[in-house]
């Protein structure tokens, strides 16, 4: 999905781009508060971790694989503001350094896998959290279900944009189909290691799970500032 | 798809040392001149083919001129490979006029599509793959700090790169270790071993990041990094650095008005 230059035509590409600024300009506000020296710090090696979560190939059926866009487990882990960031962080540098996915279309790439993936993710988690009990298994059934509609809601944007401005010959109706049907598979991965990786984390270090602060704000001993007491 | 592309070599793995003009110059001015030849690239009309051809012209002039070994360029190139695939689709799936090529029926729209696809995107791979071999790393986030980028970003974005090594090993010696214990997975239910490593990572690295801050502050760190060599694009760099994106903006034009 990181999609390379020429392949969205200019004009959609820079409206794409503006929209990220404007995106990313939101993110950096809202996070300006909670991200102190200190934060700035776990945020990076969030991204870090992102970037070599990003590696994990798993098996979707036999032969075949995807890997994690990790936009959902961000926004889960950190909240969707520092989420979105680190995402942006890692597709950037990924472009500028592996020239994977082309500077021009650095503003798609943003928009659909960190700010569609964290924001509309994030939103499909608090729903579900809502729907679901509060409890650790609604936790993680939320971020799994969440990260795996989130995948696909991505390609569903990409589609639109390859309706706006693609270059391909090919009808949308084929692109849409292929990429939502192929997305749909890697999103189901997505889905279960998410929800896997969120159940991990509460099982050792409840306090680092952003998005079940709510269960443990009156944990025993332990504060939920998660910063400075494992040290 | 992206991803994997990290496997052996480091951040820095991807430099080839040299002091070269290209090498020399300040990381700002290569990242703007970077992403005005892409626009302009990306701006160009499909039908004008010659244009790609001077852009080719310049990107080999650069790489010349950059010392970065043509078979190495080239083996870079292999992470467009996906997108290749999909652009050699389109001939096959497009919609009519078609075209009679050795005997195989072709959409005419359908190959202007692949030929858009393929030339833009390996020319913009290509420019990205010479500043990646020409630019350390800690002189591009430097660089994209002199273009004002957000501090919150590039500070992420520092954080992120020097750790990612250490990380990325991490990774690695986690799945040796599952590897060791007969783990090869064929089904997405055999993901779980996966799953639980990927919290295990993440935990120690979000540890790491708290014991990184805490020895970063007793060392006086208060938010920034001090710049070591202060860099200042000279006049003359300055000039050398637009040349390329200068004529590829005329090309771009000179496009449109003549196709």
Request: aromatic share 6%.
């Given at each position: ?78 909240g969707p503001y520092i989420g979105a960031l680190c995402v942006t962080v890692v597709l950037s540098v990924q472009c ?136 | ?175 040796i270790a599952r590897q060791s214990r007969g783990y090869d997975p064929r089904w997405l239910w055999q993901a779980r ?67």
């Amino acid at each position: 999905m990181h999609i390379p230059d020429g392949f969205i035509d200019a004009p959609t590409s820079a409206a794409a781009g503006a929209v990220a600024v404007g995106g990313v300009a939101i993110c950096l506000k809202k996070a300006a508060d909670q991200l102190d020296e200190k934060r700035v710090a776990l945020a990076g090696l969030t991204a870090a971790f992102i970037f070599a979560v990003q590696m994990l190939n798993f098996p979707v059926a036999s032969g075949t694989s995807g890997h994690l866009l990790g936009g959902v487990l961000a926004a889960v882990l950190v909240g969707p503001y520092i989420g979105a960031l680190c995402v942006t962080v890692v597709l950037s540098v990924q472009c500028l350094l592996f020239a994977d996915g082309g500077l021009s279309a650095l503003g798609l790439n943003v928009v659909n896998m960190a700010l569609v993936t964290a924001f509309g993710g994030y939103v499909i988690f608090l729903l579900l959290r809502k729907l679901l009990p509060r409890t650790v298994g609604g936790v993680v059934a939320s971020s799994g279900i969440a990260s795996a509609l989130g995948v696909v809601l991505a390609s569903l944007v990409f589609t639109i944009e390859y309706a706006i401005g693609g270059t391909g010959g090919a009808s949308i109706a084929t692109v849409g189909g292929a990429m939502v049907g192929v997305h749909v598979l890697i999103g189901i991965g997505e889905g279960v290691i998410t929800g896997l990786t969120v159940s991990a984390v509460l099982a050792s270090r409840p306090d680092l799970v952003h998005g079940a602060r709510d269960l443990y704000e009156r944990a025993p001993g332990g504060s939920p500032a998660l910063v400075g007491d494992a040290a | 798809m992206g991803g994997g592309h990290l496997g052996h070599a480091g951040t820095d793995g991807l430099l080839i040392p040299g002091s070269t003009v290209v090498h020399r110059a300040p990381a700002q001015l290569k990242i703007a001149a970077l992403l005005v030849f892409v626009l302009a690239v990306v701006a160009t009309p499909r039908e004008a083919v010659w244009a790609f051809a001077v852009y080719a012209v310049v990107i080999v002039g650069v790489a010349l001129v950059a010392a970065v070994p043509v078979l190495t360029l080239l083996r870079r190139l292999r992470i467009e490979v996906p997108f290749l695939g999909f652009a050699l689709f389109l001939p096959l799936l497009g919609s009519s006029p078609r075209v009679q090529v050795l005997g195989v029926s072709l959409s005419q729209p359908g190959l202007w599509a692949a030929w858009n696809i393929v030339a833009k995107g390996t020319l913009g791979v290509s420019a990205s793959i010479i500043l990646a071999a020409t630019t350390p790393v800690a002189e591009l986030l430097q660089g994209l700090e002199r273009l004002h980028l957000p501090r919150a970003l590039t500070a992420i974005a520092g954080f992120m790169v020097r750790y990612l090594d250490v990380i990325v090993g991490e990774a690695n010696r986690m799945s040796i270790a599952r590897q060791s214990r007969g783990y090869d997975p064929r089904w997405l239910w055999q993901a779980r071993a996966l799953a639980s490593s990927a919290g295990t990572l993440f935990v120690r690295s979000f540890e790491r990041g708290e014991r990184v801050h805490l020895a970063m502050a007793s060392r006086g760190y208060a938010g920034s990094m001090p710049e070591l060599h202060r860099r200042v694009a000279t006049a003359n760099e300055r000039v050398a650095a637009a040349a390329v994106p200068l004529l590829a903006v005329s090309v771009c034009v000179a496009a449109h008005l003549v196709p």
